[in-house]
């Protein structure tokens, strides 16, 4: 299990990481959320409204971790026509 490589849990990636990856973390909504929207959360943060699930799940992993900081969703990154970075 990967709850022993983190002494602090400091973006959404390594808490979904921790709680089993994006599989088990949509499992936990009860079928109301998609895997890739979770896979999303990597990049983007952990939105507000999921904040009642997730935290009794990070809790348990006993990781300290900034609630205000993955608990905040960044803008996506802007793209240009053909997908790339721009």
């Known amino acids: 299990m990967l709850c022993c490589m983190y ?11 921790v709680m089993g990856g994006s599989a088990a973390v949509s499992r936990s909504f009860d079928g109301k959320m998609d895997r890739r929207v979770v896979a999303n959360w990597k990049t ?13 799940m990070l809790l348990a992993t006993g990781i300290p971790f900034d609630r205000y900081k993955l608990f905040r969703q960044y803008p996506p990154a802007k793209r240009g026509k053909n997908g790339e970075p721009r």
């Not at 952990?46 to 904040?51: D, H, K, R």
């Open 7 to 17: 002494s602090f849990l400091k973006n959404a990636s390594q808490a979904i990481d």
């Open 44 to 56: 983007r943060g952990f939105p507000p409204e999921a904040y009642a699930v997730l935290v009794p």
